[in-house]
Every structure is written in structure tokens, then in C-alpha cells.
């Protein structure tokens, strides 16, 4: 979080900024995009990359870094498979424990990146790393003929899943590859964090707009998805398709290469700080 | 510098250890009472319980009971399998006094929790205590709120650490993941009470505050054609007591307003996405036959009616919460309970009576149970509830009285012929009678109670509010 320093220098109105929706704007005016470094050089958002993101909130009386995301794409299969490496760590409130899911998804290379089968596992770990064992989750999956078919805690599961279907990890592929312009909407249900079925979903092109930051403007597309179960996302790409800043209710998602290294020193100062 | 033991997977500091050896020796509060009931031979295994809680939610809210604007198959899978009461009134609008009801059978004057952020009154135990103590495995998962929201160190439970103050979009998901994992990982004999305790909808006091300078336009003009209509309570008799009348700062133009409780249903479904994902890992895990589950919330919303947001206040969009019990071998199924008057008071009482133990003395609620059953039963004639401090309630079958003490204006809704409270009869004479029993009801009612002793700080903040008045 910025210093009161860096807020006066900016100009930083704490009431004038919390009474707004969250937006690319209000998220500069946070100084959440601080850290922002514009990506340089060549983007292929249908070949081989990573991102990870800083995880944002705005919450009762603050705002605050939460975890990152971090999404590892490859292909395989000649193009015609996508594979998925998820990892999201998420620091719990007022109790020194982490929260982290990560996931392997092969995914159809399809516009959806639609998931054929994964592997998750998602856990709660105290301050040094180590498992609340009961918390522990791990699960596998695949889709045949619109069912998802799989292991869950040493269980077998069988459900319906509604077609088309993606997940929230492969959005992250999917809007990078999307047109820069108006086009047909696409509609689908997300399999969140993939489990939880949320139907009636529609992504489509929003605007183009430019965005001024570091002294500079940055010329940015814009979709959205709106559907049951979420607020509306904004997805914010640059020219080459890279998905630099995602925006839901309170929470955003920032490109930033370094943020892991922040999450381990916000993990030892959580380490330090006696809990409640 | 703390120092911590491990007891199971949970981390205990060296004044929990302390109490938990305490407590290993010396009975809880009214220890008398304690024991088990007399449980009918060949009842079978002691139920487990599996307690949902969400935060903020009405209990108009789910599509099986009638919502149109919110779709929450998870929670309409509970209201199927069970019964719903469509008369459940929060004890105390507002977190920490609701939840201190929910989980000790007392109002809140008693528990001493009158606002957000007390500790239940030492004397008195909780469920977790109660049932832990006879020999169920009592974890609890997600928001606490007496007095820390989110803390790894309540009393009667192992904690696991899930959630996210003010941050139900993305704490909620650890919350629904933790509880999956401990219902599928779970071994041994022991019946369990698992506390699954999500924020959303809470997540709209964030939503509020970030729309106090609404934009002019709609945020997204495609959903233009979707947004609820307002509700038949946004114009109203607002001759009220003036603490309502200061929550009511809103200006916002309709559509925000239709936005807004456009919203706040998307929050109500991303909450029963985590509810899907325990009561899935419930079925996986081969218990779901045996286990009792409990679905409420601690307080409602204000979505408008009354031209009002959040919570705090005693018109039913704030103090009615959704009560679904379900546990379709043991009781009726997809049953709808539209009479009797029940609250949170009455939750632990129903535990305590499935699990053939006595509840504590001086329970103020009664078990659900013979309705659940579909038996005949004396039932209360009225609940009451709190709020704010000074803010009581009582409601009948056919009215709702409403007063703050130290404020001149009273207030009577003809529940029958106005259920969305917009004439105010209380300076109405043809419902003096009315007007006079239910007073009589409140003062009855009041004299009952175990008030606790009030915090000097709290009493500082009653004393400068009064000032206001």
C-alpha cells in the first residue's frame, strides 16, 4: 500500500475515491498501479506464456493487496490442445494463513479454451507453509458427452455440465485472443474454479479506450463479461492481445511480473504480526 | 512472544491452551444443566449438523422461495429437502448481536453483544462448547465476529482459517474449500458440527459505499433490460424514529437503485455457488442421510424497500432471514412453514434437542423440532428483536411494533392487510388496542431478561447518540 506520502503527492482524495465504482482510474488513484510496469516486446496470445497478477481488493476501511494469480499457457497436440498451469495464493484476514489452489487443465484450442480434463488441489497453510491437513482438497476430472466425470477426496463424481462451457483460469487465455472490435457475444457457463456451475454467461467487446499512466498513454481494448454468480468483469488488453488488468465489484487483477516476490515478504510480515 | 501448541490441525496460543484445560475441569455457564436427555432407545446414531451461514441475505432471496431475479439452485436443494420458515426473524439485525443469538439461544441484552464487535458474556456457552462437550467434533470455518470477524481462536471449536474481512468474492472460496476438504477428510466415529460461515452477500456495504457518487449513466447498458423492478415498499409513511430516518441517505435515481438490487442477487448466487460446493462434498462423503443441515443468515438487506440499504433496523427487508432446515429422513420435505414465528434464538435449542441433549438453562428459544416433524406443539405468540442498542421489536401473527427507546415516534404495521410496512397506525386510534398489547408484550419481555452489564465504551457511544435525539 502506498505511503500517506505518496497518496498527498498524487493527490489522493480517499472519499472522493472509495465513493466511485472500481475502475481503471480509481485503481491509479488507490496507487495500486504503482508497481505497473508497461510489458515490452512480442506477445503471441495463441502461443506459449505466463502472467501473473497482483490480486487487489477494496474493503471495509481499506484497500489492499490480496495474493496473486498466476497463469502459465502452452499448447500441444499441434495447437489443437491448450494446457493450463494455475496457481493462486490468497492471504486470509486477521489469521496468519494462506490460502492456495493450483490447477493443470488441458484444454480444447478452441475459442473457449474449453476444459477436457484437470487436476486441482486447493489447501489452507499456516504462516510457514504447512497444511491444515484437513482442509485439503484435491480433485481430477474430465468431460465426455456434456458430464464431468471424476475423482474428488478419493470420491467418484458425476455431473451434468452445460454446454458451451469455460472456466474462470481459461478466461484469462480466452480474451486474449478475442477481436479488437465489436463482434458476435459469445455466451457460455463458467465452471468456477472448476466446480461451481454459474450459467448465463456473455462475453463480449466493450470499448477502446486510452489509459494514461506513467506519463504516458496506453492504449487498451476493453470486454466485459456479465452473468449469474459474479459481478460484471472488465478484461483490459493491450494492442498485441495481452491481458494487462482485470476489474470485478471490489476486486482487480494487475499484470505484474514481481508480485510473488512482494506476496513472500507480505507473507513474513503477516508471519510476524500476532494473530487474532 | 506467543507461544502456540497444536491440538489436531489447529493452532492454539498459550491463553486458549489455558482455557481449554479450564474448560476440561470446570463446567460452562449454567453447568447444572448440563447433560444428556434421555435419547428414546434405538433413535439411532446422534445427527450431525452441518450450519450454513451467510451474511446479509433476506430471506426473500431464493428462487425456490419465490425469487425471480436471483437463481440459487444450491439453496433451492435445501429448501426442497426440508422446511422453510417464512416467518424467521433475525434476533438483532446486525452481525455480531445476530450471531451472538445464533449461537448461544439468547437475545441479545443478555449475551451482551449489542454491537459489532463484543464478546458473548463469559457466563455464557456457545454451541460449539455445548455439543463439543458431549462428544461431537465441533469445527468451524469463516466469519466469526465475537468480537473478531475472522480469527483462528473460538471457543468450543477447532478452527480452520478461511475468509476475508469485508472480502466474501474471494474469501467465500477458501471458506466453501476448507469445509469440502474436512467433510471428505474427516474420519472416526464422531458425529461433527461443521460451522460453514460465508460474508456474501455481505459484500454490498462495499458496493453502497463505492456507488455513494453514482455514476450518471448505467455502468452496463446491457443489462438495462434486466434489472428488478423497485420494490412496492419504495414509497412509503415515513413518519418514523429519527436513528431510521438518518440511515436514509440515498440519492441515487431509479435505475441505480434497480442496479443496486440487480447486484446485490449476483452476489446472492456467487454465495450459493460455495453452498453447492459443500453440500456436494456432504453427499460425497456419504453422510448427507445423517447429517441435520441448517441454512440461515444473521440479518437481511435493504435492497431498497423503504428507500433503504444494509441492514441495522427492524423492517422486515433487514431482520427476516432465510431458515431452511433439511434433513429429508428425519423430517418433512420441501415443506413451506408460513405461520409459525420463529428467530435465531431458536436454532441452538433445535441442535441440542436432535442431539438428545439438554440446552442450556435460560435458553430463550425453543426446538424447532415438532414442526420440522410436522407435530403439534405450543408455539411463541411473538419474537422479539433488538437493534442499534435502543431499537426493540415485537411481532405478532398480525402486527409488528417497533419503538426506540428515548424516541417520541412509535410504530404498528398491520402485517396482514400492509406486509410491506407503509402506514405507520401507531397515532391510528381504531388500533389503540393493538398498539397497547403489543407494548405490554415488549415490557413483559424485557423484564425477563439477564441484561448484561454494558461497556463503559458502548455506553459512552449509547449516551452521545441519545444526545442526538
Known amino acids: 500500500m502506498a505511503s500517506q506520502k505518496a497518496k498527498r503527492r498524487r493527490g489522493y482524495n480517499a472519499e472522493e475515491t472509495r465513493s466511485r465504482p472500481l475502475s481503471l482510474a480509481a485503481l491509479k488513484a488507490y496507487g495500486a498501479l504503482e508497481a505497473f510496469a508497461r510489458p515490452e516486446g512480442e506477445f503471441d496470445p495463441a502461443g506459449g506464456w505466463r502472467h501473473t497478477y497482483r490480486l487487489w481488493l477494496v474493503g471495509n476501511r481499506w484497500h489492499q493487496y490480496r495474493g496473486f494469480l498466476d497463469v502459465k499457457r502452452g499448447t500441444s497436440d499441434g495447437g489443437h490442445s491448450v494446457d493450463l498451469e494455475v496457481r493462486r495464493s490468497l492471504l486470509m484476514s486477521h489469521q ?3 490460502h492456495e489452489t493450483t490447477a493443470s487443465l488441458t484444454c480444447a484450442g478452441d475459442a473457449l479454451c ?56 481459461s478466461l484469462f487465455d480466452v480474451v486474449q485472443r478475442l477481436a479488437k472490435q465489436e463482434t458476435k457475444p459469445m455466451r457460455f457457463a463458467l465452471l468456477q474454479d472448476l466446480d461451481e456451475v454459474k450459467e448465463e454467461h456473455v462475453l ?18 476493453c470486454y466485459q463479461q456479465i452473468g449469474r454468480g459474479i459481478l460484471p468483469y472488465r478484461y483490459y488488453v493491450d494492442g498485441q492481445g495481452r491481458l494487462l488488468f482485470a476489474i470485478s465489484g471490489i476486486r482487480a487483477y494487475i499484470l505484474d511480473p514481481k508480485v510473488q516476490v512482494q506476496h513472500k515478504r507480505s507473507v513474513e510480515r503477516l508471519a510476524r504480526r500476532p494473530g487474532k | ?35 444428556r436427555k434421555g435419547r428414546p432407545s434405538g433413535s439411532g446414531p446422534r445427527p450431525n449438523f452441518l450450519l450454513i451461514l451467510t451474511d446479509q441475505q433476506g430471506l426473500d432471496t431464493i428462487s425456490a422461495l419465490g425469487c425471480a431475479d436471483a437463481h440459487t439452485p444450491n439453496m433451492d436443494r435445501l429448501v426442497r429437502g426440508g422446511v422453510s420458515f417464512m416467518q ?24 451482551g453483544v449489542i454491537v459489532n464487535g463484543l464478546s458473548v458474556r463469559e457466563t455464557i456457552p456457545n454451541l460449539g462448547q455445548w455439543l463439543g462437550r458431549e462428544g461431537y467434533d465441533t469445527v468451524y470455518i469463516g466469519k466469526w465476529h465475537l468480537p473478531v470477524s475472522f480469527t483462528y481462536n473460538v471457543k468450543g471449536f477447532t478452527v480452520i482459517p478461511a475468509g476475508m474481512g469485508g472480502q466474501g468474492t474471494l474469501g467465500d472460496g477458501a471458506v466453501s474449500r476448507a469445509s469440502q476438504g474436512y467433510l471428505l477428510n474427516r474420519r472416526g466415529d464422531k458425529p461433527f458440527l461443521l460451522v460453514a460461515s460465508f460474508l456474501q452477500p455481505h459484500d454490498i456495504c462495499q458496493f453502497v459505499t463505492m456507488h455513494s457518487r453514482a455514476p450518471d449513466r448505467l455502468a452496463y447498458p446491457d443489462i438495462a433490460g434486466d434489472l428488478p423492478k423497485l420494490p412496492p415498499n419504495f414509497t412509503f409513511d415515513e413518519h418514523e424514529p429519527r436513528s431510521v430516518k438518518e440511515k436514509r441517505k440515498r440519492s441515487w435515481s431509479d435505475e441505480q437503485w434497480r442496479y443496486y438490487i440487480w447486484s446485490y442477487h449476483r452476489m446472492v448466487e456467487e454465495v450459493d455457488a460455495e453452498i453447492g460446493r459443500v453440500l456436494g462434498a456432504l453427499e460425497d462423503s456419504g453422510q448427507a442421510d445423517n447429517t441435520i443441515v441448517v441454512f ?15 441492514k441495522n433496523y427492524l423492517y422486515e427487508e433487514a431482520e427476516k432471514v432465510p431458515l431452511v432446515v433439511s434433513c429429508p429422513k428425519r423430517m418433512k420435505r420441501n415443506a413451506r412453514d408460513e405461520t409459525h414465528l420463529v428467530s435465531g434464538l431458536d436454532v441452538m435449542p433445535t441442535m441440542c434437542d436432535y442431539a438428545g441433549i439438554r440446552p442450556p438453562q435460560q435458553m430463550r428459544g425453543k426446538s424447532l423440532r415438532p414442526l420440522l416433524e410436522g407435530n403439534t406443539t405450543e408455539w411463541h405468540d411473538f419474537v ?51 398498539l397497547a398489547e403489543h407494548r405490554k408484550l415488549l415490557k413483559d419481555w424485557s423484564a425477563r431478561l439477564d441484561v448484561a452489564p454494558i461497556p463503559e465504551s458502548v455506553r459512552r457511544r449509547i449516551d452521545r447518540a441519545r444526545r442526538k435525539l
Request: glycine share 10%; hydrophobic share 35%; aromatic share 8%.
Open chain 2, 1 to 35: 512472544m506467543r507461544t502456540r501448541r497444536h491440538n489436531g490441525s489447529r493452532p492454539v496460543s498459550r491463553r486458549r491452551f489455558l482455557e481449554l484445560g479450564v474448560l476440561g475441569t470446570a463446567a460452562v455457564g449454567t453447568g447444572r444443566a448440563f447433560g
Open chain 1, 114 to 169: 474449453t476444459p477436457r480434463s484437470w487436476e486441482i488441489k486447493a489447501e489452507t497453510l499456516d504462516i510457514t507453509g504447512k497444511p491444515f491437513p484437513l482442509s485439503r482438497l484435491v480433485a481430477s476430472a474430465s468431460v465426455k458427452g456434456g458430464r464431468i466425470e471424476g475423482r474428488r477426496g478419493g470420491r467418484t463424481f458425476d455431473r451434468r455440465v452445460p454446454t458451451p462451457f469455460t472456466s474462470d483460469f
Open chain 2, 296 to 310: 440461515t443468515a444473521d440479518h437481511g438487506e435493504g435492497r431498497g424497500r423503504h428507500k433503504m440499504v444494509v
Open chain 2, 384 to 434: 422479539a428483536a433488538e437493534v442499534a442498542v435502543t431499537g426493540r421489536m415485537i411481532r405478532t401473527a398480525g402486527y409488528k411494533y417497533i419503538t426506540y427507546q428515548g424516541d417520541p415516534v412509535e410504530q404498528l404495521f398491520d402485517m396482514k392487510h400492509d406486509p410491506w410496512e407503509t402506514r405507520n397506525l401507531a397515532s391510528d386510534s381504531r388500533h389503540a388496542a393493538a
Open chain 1, 96 to 98: 496468519p494463513a494462506i
Open chain 1, 204 to 221: 463480449s467487446y466493450r470499448e477502446r479506450l486510452s489509459f494514461e499512466i506513467g506519463g504516458a498513454g496506453l492504449a487498451l481494448h
Open chain 2, 88 to 111: 424467521s426473524h433475525s434476533a438483532n439485525p446486525l452481525c455480531s448481536p445476530a450471531r451472538s443469538s445464533l449461537f448461544t439461544g439468547r437475545p441479545t441484552t443478555e449475551t
